[in-house]
């Protein structure tokens, strides 16, 4: 219910929506245009900035060329730009997306430029201000370039939404040591093996699987019994679980059944017959593997996993190690690269090659100790 005199109301989706007035300087006359927050204090403090925002910069207004004060939308905010945006984000994609984007932008670009006009933002000053700020995060390169590509995509929906001509930030890639892709040791898979071999249940077979087939943590979660194909003997990835902050409610989260993540990630994998017999041991009539009538959530298979490595008297890891050590142990077994990748579910196979395909130095000696005999051969002798 909105409140008095306020234009501040809740709307049908939980959010909070603040309406404050500009001049449309092309009609002359006053026109609204609104804010959103997850609380009514938070719509009301987001109008009270970019009120504040709007009163600073009409303050500096001969700064700016005639054209730009010419333009019928010469007041609006970045910020008001990106909400629009998020909202058309919210009807077109993945609820996960939404989340993604929406933390992006209020973690990293609203604090930075959001009270700032969109005719600003190629200012170079400005874009080292937003430099400076993921510099000084110390974030990695996939983040400043998640950061740099929602406001170029907010940016180009402006431009569009406008029609005003808008320049694109241009990321810079940070200097990062590339850090070495962390899997089990070998002892650490012995101890790991032996304990889930020791005391089989629902959960060590989940872990027993992940580690024959290298599925991320949600795709094992929302997997289902018409997933497992009995008489091929495999496996098909067909959606994934995750939990999301929920929309309108950023605090709380929940548990969201979406596809994979990307349509290379949607494979068929083939299972071994000892994996196949520990799933018939299973089969029931819930829907679910894992899950019995619904997705088994991820946290608990999280606390499993972590529960089973102290029992393994290995220390902690991040569950996604399992799917890191099955696709080095694939590598070092001798499987070839195209055909992993399609088993990961990658969607290029030079991901593959550049994650995985590290060659060790005992595989080094062992290749260059074949030119012996290959030079043997092209002079006619047996070495």
């Known amino acids: 219910m909105a409140r008095h005199g306020e234009n501040i109301r809740k709307r049908n989706d939980g959010r909070w929506e603040a309406r404050y007035p500009v001049i449309d300087t092309e009609k002359g006359r006053k026109t609204y245009r609104s804010v959103y927050g997850s609380t009514y204090d938070e719509a009301k403090e987001k109008r009270t900035r970019t009120i504040q925002a709007i009163e600073k910069n009409a303050a500096y207004s001969s700064e700016y060329t005639a054209e730009t004060e010419n333009t019928p939308y010469s007041q609006i905010l970045f910020s008001q730009a990106a909400e629009q945006w998020l909202e058309m984000i919210a009807d077109t994609h993945k609820a996960s997306t939404y989340v993604k984007y929406g933390n992006v932008y209020r973690i990293h670009l609203e604090g930075i430029i959001g009270s700032c006009l969109l005719a600003d933002i190629p200012n170079q000053k400005l874009q080292e201000k937003i430099f400076d700020h993921l510099s000084e995060k110390g974030l990695s390169d996939s983040i400043r370039k998640s950061v740099c590509s929602v406001a170029n995509r907010i940016l180009e929906f402006a431009g569009q939404e406008y029609s005003l001509s808008v320049s694109l930030l241009k990321p810079t890639a940070a200097k990062q040591v590339k850090r070495p892709l962390e899997i089990f040791s070998k002892p650490e898979q012995y101890r790991l093996l032996t304990c889930i071999y020791e005391s089989l249940d629902l959960f060590k077979i989940a872990l027993l699987l992940c580690m024959y087939t290298g599925m991320r ?167």
Request: with cysteine; charged share 30%; net charge positive.
């Open 217 to 383: 943590l949600g795709e094992l979660c929302a997997l289902k019994w018409t997933d497992v194909d009995f008489g091929d003997g495999t496996v098909t990835v067909n959606r994934t679980v995750q939990r999301i902050a929920a929309k309108g409610s950023l605090p709380k989260t929940i548990l969201m059944e979406t596809d994979p993540k990307s349509e290379s990630s949607k494979r068929v994998i083939p299972l071994t017959d000892e994996i196949m017999e520990l799933l018939k041991g299973l089969k029931g009539e819930e829907a679910y593997v894992f899950g019995g009538n619904k997705p088994l959530e991820p946290r608990t298979m999280q606390y499993r996993f972590q529960r089973t490595l102290g029992e393994s008297e290995i220390d902690r890891r991040n569950f996604h190690i399992l799917r890191h050590t099955f696709a080095m142990n694939c590598v070092e077994s001798g499987m070839d690269v195209k055909t992993l990748s399609m088993i990961l579910g990658h969607s290029d196979v030079k991901i593959t090659l550049n994650r995985y395909v590290h060659p060790t130095m005992e595989s080094r000696r062992r290749q260059m100790g074949r030119l012996p005999d290959f030079y043997g051969q092209i002079r006619g002798q047996s070495v």
